[in-house]
Structure formats: C-alpha cells, structure tokens
C-alpha cells in the first residue's frame, strides 16, 4: 500500500493530463491519492480536489488559511535549532551546481525561520528523515551512499574545495567521517522530536484544545483507516 497526499489552491483539472486517469492507474496498483486544498472546502470540491481524492480512494482535506496556527514553545526547540546548523555542516556539495544547492539549503532555512520558530523546528525534523531528505544530486555523502564507485570516478574538478588534492581514499574517509556525524545529529535530532511532540500533546490537553480539526491528526487517521481496509494491523 502506497499513498499520494497532493496540495495545492488552483482548480485540481488544470493541465493537459486527465487526472481521473491517472489517479484510476495508481489505485488499480494500490496506490491511494489523498487531497489538501488551500482554502475553504466548499471551493475546495468546486475546484475538483474532493472528487480526486474520491476517484483516488482516499481523503480529502482542506487548510483554511484564515485559521490562526497556535503556536507552543517548548523546551527543545532552540536545541532542535542548534542540531540543524551541525545537521548541515554534514553536506558536501559536488558538481557545477553543488554550491548553488547548497546555498538553496541554507537559504530556505532562513525562510522558515522568518516564518517562524516552530517552522524552522518542523523543518529540521523533516531534513533529519533519512528517507525522507535526500540530496544525491549535489551532497556527496547520500551520492556516494547511494553509489560505492561514484567517488572512484569522480574528476578533480567536481569536487569541494576542501577536498581539492586529495587522494580517492582520503575522500572516502572524509565522506565517512560527515557520514557517521549526519546520523549521530539526526538520531539526536528524532530523539528531541519525540520528546517535543509529547510536550505539545501535554499541553494541548491542559490548554483543552480540540485536535479533532488538526490536519497532522486528520492524516495521520487517514493512513490507519486505509491500512486497515488493506489488511494491515496496527
């Protein structure tokens, strides 16, 4: 089972592809499309969002953005924060874009920081997802994760200029060593993250806040009634 949440706030039957037929496609493989449209629902099944999650055998959702986010600080935040400047140290870039992709990394850190503190915390939870976040393209350590002769192959000129003149066995161990701290930092960072989720769920409670309208919630509810449909215990 394979699940497809789509989102956006422009009608869902733009453009040239029948979207009917290719949702059909990958439901007849089990795999289920899940709608979010970007304000209210009523314009939401209008635009064709609802019927697509519908075709999709999924959930149609909607963000109403008029709808003021609470914001709860917690304890981890500033650390969570920390983790995610040693987080990016880890990267290295490659290649005629590498350094390109790499201030694009940072830059949308910056971002989500004027957004807001717990934008940027929500985004390093994310970047610490291993599946998740990958940069093969232009990080050397998921490249050479990802392929063990790429780095034997490599020429001179696609490399960082901290790696400039070295041997392929002195890039190897580099690499390994930006490797080995990207994980300790992402287990770090999964490690707060549960514990800032329990801390907001806390005091969500004591606050009494109703999380029958939380889309995280409404989601996450999503996936366990489809998995039970396709046989899945839980």
């Known amino acids: ?81 920390k983790c ?53 393209h232009w990080d050397l350590v998921d490249k050479a994760e990802k392929d063990d002769h790429f780095i034997a192959n490599m020429k001179e000129s696609e490399l960082p200029d901290e790696l400039k003149g070295k041997s392929k066995e002195e890039i190897k161990k580099s690499v390994a060593i930006k490797s080995a701290e990207r994980e300790k930092i992402q287990r770090e960072i999964g490690e707060l993250s549960k514990k800032r989720q329990i801390y907001i769920d806390d005091e969500m409670k004591k606050r009494g806040n109703d999380d029958s309208d939380d889309l995280g919630k409404a989601i996450e509810s999503s996936i366990q009634e489809l998995a039970k449909k396709n046989g899945y215990s839980l």
């Open 1 to 81: 089972m394979k699940l497809i949440y789509i989102a956006g706030n422009e009608p869902f039957n733009q453009g040239k592809i029948n979207y009917k037929e290719v949702i059909s496609k990958a439901k007849n493989k089990n795999i289920y499309t899940n709608t979010i449209f970007c304000g209210s629902r009523e314009e939401g099944i209008r635009d064709y969002w609802q019927n697509g999650a519908t075709t999709g055998g999924g959930k149609y959702f909607n963000i109403d953005s008029d709808k003021k986010v609470i914001y709860i600080e917690t304890p981890y935040d500033i650390r969570i924060a």
């Open 84 to 136: 995610n400047a040693k987080l990016n140290d880890t990267y290295m870039y490659y290649g005629n874009r590498g350094s390109e992709y790499k201030m694009k990394q940072i830059a949308q850190d910056k971002n989500a920081e004027v957004q807001s503190v717990s934008n940027l915390v929500e985004r390093t939870v994310s970047k610490s997802k291993k599946n998740a976040y990958k940069n093969e």
